[in-house]
């Protein structure tokens, strides 16, 4: 199933959160991301529904198996292409920027030659 941009980011955040505390919660998003509460509270909603995250009655919010496959591709794209784009050059700050968006748009083939020859001179 192919997510939209936004829901990618919303899983990759929660995955970043998720290493720096075991507890998440909406508010905790709604400030990585600086959005408001309500617009992250629907995206919840909608990404509980569709089965890639799991809300508790504590407010604490988890990645399932298949939203936790997706956020570390994310994560590892946004990672990979931020180190790249510095290493050719870049401001660590746009790199990361450009990076963000860029993650979403890159195919496999092209983010697999560009890891193939990422160092080489």
């Known amino acids: 199933m192919k997510l939209h941009e936004s829901a990618e980011n919303y899983l990759e955040t929660i995955l970043v959160l998720s290493k720096k ?22 995206a919840m909603k909608k990404l509980s529904k569709g089965g890639f995250i799991a809300v508790g009655k ?12 997706i956020a570390e591709k994310v994560y590892d794209r946004h990672v990979f292409l931020t180190d790249w784009l510095i290493s050719i050059g870049v401001d660590e700050n746009v790199a990361s920027e450009e990076a963000c968006r860029m993650k979403h748009i890159i195919s496999q083939q092209t983010l697999e030659a560009l890891k193939k020859n990422y160092g080489k001179k």
């Open 58 to 69: 504590d407010g604490a919010i988890n990645l399932t198996e298949e939203g936790l496959k």
């Open 21 to 42: 505390s075991s507890f998440v919660r909406s508010i905790d998003i709604a400030e990585a991301l600086n959005f408001s509460k309500p617009s992250v509270s629907v």
